[in-house]
């Protein structure tokens, strides 16, 4: 590409012993949308949950079409503590066969809630295209993800990534 | 700031092709992403395939489609979706985007496909979310794309970029 590269890496982790949860902090709110990406696995099979700015309040909801194993289903959550954008392209002890594609438009606004879309796969449980919704006017300056049960596999990347408006 | 979204190599087909590779891909990034326009010369729409480093073995997925407005799905290794042929609306391209996250680590390789070949009509229209999995851990140094049958033809274009975490 030319001038209008706008890709931007803000941070990334590999993650390494007993890890479930990571947090990418102070983000700036320099870009315009934020693209999380990864790739990995865990000590058991387990959905990766997001929050933002460490609200754990009952603020988000999620929306999503699910291809679990080989049956398509759709589900749907409102009220809960965190937004998820995966059920069949969730993270098992087959390393490193999940990866997650994660758009989240707008964050830094401070005038509308926040959304993102995610695409989930894993080609030996499934996969999604789902979105989340926060419930928040206030800018995302942190992102945390994290597992309710076990860890991360070693070696699990997560990237953070900014597009800036060209 | 570094910028870290580059096009690697764009190849727009001058004439008739079979199939297509990117080879000599350079290590120096940490993801790929492949951008599709592609049409066939065949009758109807053909299976668009896609094989690392000359192989066609040890991939494995599942994917969910909608094909003429029915839900489906299904594990065929190396299938990302359906090239648009000569049944198809003259001028509509089928169109791509297979993203392949850490495609140097010596681990498998996981990746994500999102394809769709849209139709004027209420027939021969699929769109196909993919989970991939390359049970190999050799890094990837080339990628290559053909249609079950036929060909691709002139203007179908192929674009790779490379994404830098760093």
């Known amino acids: ?166 | 700031m570094a910028y870290s979204y580059k096009l690697i190599e764009a190849k727009t087909l001058t004439t008739t092709t079979a199939s297509i590779t990117f080879s000599s891909i350079p290590q120096t990034y940490t993801d790929l992403l492949v951008l599709i326009s592609a049409r066939g010369d065949a009758g109807g729409q053909r299976d668009c395939y896609i094989s690392f480093n000359g192989s066609t073995s040890n991939f494995s997925n599942r994917y969910m489609e909608m094909s003429n407005s029915l839900v489906a799905s299904g594990t065929t290794a190396r299938y990302i979706g359906a090239v648009s042929g000569t049944t198809t609306t003259a001028n509509i391209f089928s169109n791509g985007a297979i993203y392949i996250p850490n495609y140097t680590s010596s681990q498998y390789k996981s990746f994500s496909g999102d394809y769709v070949a849209e139709n004027n009509a209420q027939s021969t229209q699929v769109l196909t979310l993919s989970a991939q999995l390359w049970s190999n851990t050799a890094a990837i140094t080339s990628i290559g794309f053909a249609p079950s049958s036929g060909s691709f033809i002139q203007y179908s274009t192929f674009y790779l970029y490379g994404i830098n975490k760093s």
Do not use: H
């Open chain 1, 1 to 166: 590409m030319a001038a209008g590269m706008t890709y931007f890496p803000i941070a990334t982790a590999t993650t390494s012993g007993s890890i479930s949860t990571t947090t990418f902090s102070s983000i700036s709110g320099a870009y315009t949308d934020l693209v999380l990406i990864v790739n990995g696995g865990a000590s058991t099979a387990v959905n990766m949950q997001i929050q933002f700015n460490g609200d754990t309040g009952t603020n988000y909801s999620r929306t999503a079409l699910t291809l679990d194993n080989l049956t398509a289903v759709s589900s749907r959550q409102s009220s809960v503590a965190y937004t998820r954008l995966e059920d069949g392209g969730y993270l098992s002890t087959t390393f490193p066969a999940k990866n997650s594609i994660i758009n989240i438009m707008n964050y830094s606004n401070t005038t509308t809630y926040k959304t993102a879309i995610g695409r989930a796969n894993n080609a030996g449980t499934g996969l999604d295209a789902a979105v989340g919704l926060w419930r928040s006017t206030s800018a995302i300056n942190s992102i945390t993800v994290y597992i309710a049960s076990g860890n991360f596999t070693n070696g699990t990347t997560l990237t953070l990534y900014g597009i800036a408006a060209a």
